[in-house]
């Protein structure tokens, strides 16, 4: 049974937790949030993390699409995954 695991924040933190996560063969990562479009997201996409904006504001989510980056939704968004 492989594990989903939602990574709330892709800083410092986030990154290697996302890391951790990606070496075990029973877990899956499902996506990571980020409060804006930033460098971090670029990361997060190059290793095909799936994208959600840590708010359910469809402001802020839509703030990622001019940036260049495919945002799947909100923090609901990907707690329902």
Known sequence: MVVKVAINGYGT???RVADAVDAQDDMEIVGV???R???GCDLAVRKGYP?????D???KIAA?????YD???G???LLSV
């Open 75 to 77: 923090l609901s968004d």
């Open 57 to 59: 504001s469809e402001e």
């Open 37 to 39: 479009p930033s460098f």
């Open 13 to 15: 933190i986030g990154k």
């Open 64 to 68: 990622f699409g001019p940036a260049g």
């Open 33 to 35: 949030t980020k409060t």
């Open 51 to 55: 994208l959600y904006c840590t708010y």
């Open 71 to 73: 945002c799947k939704g």
